[in-house]
């Protein structure tokens, strides 16, 4: 399973570097956002997929769940919920402003 989930981040990774590689603004924030989720599932992986009992004093159960992995993860989705909106509200405001969400336009390069 965790192979599985490492040839998932790479594709997140990879389709991430893609877009953000592009001239389109809002591409850049879906990219940039698609990294943050690879991230996180490559965070997870790290952790492990262990099953075992919750980590309470009292319990007799020989083997513990970590749960630091999911607290950083859960920690992380809504540091990128919160970059997201501030790049999207960015991005309108730039459409809004200068009438283009292309980057070239944006940096005044209109030659092409």
């Known amino acids: 399973m965790e192979t599985l989930l490492s040839i998932l ?8 570097t893609y877009l953000i590689l592009s001239r389109n603004l809002l591409r ?8 943050s989720h690879g991230i996180n599932l490559l965070i997870l992986t790290m952790g492990g997929l262990k099953t075992g009992g919750l980590p309470l ?15 950083l ?3 992380a989705i809504v540091i990128n919920f919160a970059v997201t909106a501030l790049f999207l509200v960015l991005s ?3 459409n809004k402003v200068l009438g283009t969400v292309d980057i070239d336009q944006i940096r005044g390069n209109e030659h092409e």
């Open 92 to 94: 309108y405001r730039a």
């Open 9 to 16: 981040v790479g594709l997140f990774f990879m389709i991430g």
């Open 57 to 71: 004093i009292g319990e007799k159960n020989v083997t513990y769940t970590d749960a630091l992995p999911q607290a």
């Open 28 to 35: 850049i924030i879906l990219g940039s956002s698609i990294i």
């Open 73 to 75: 993860i859960l920690t």
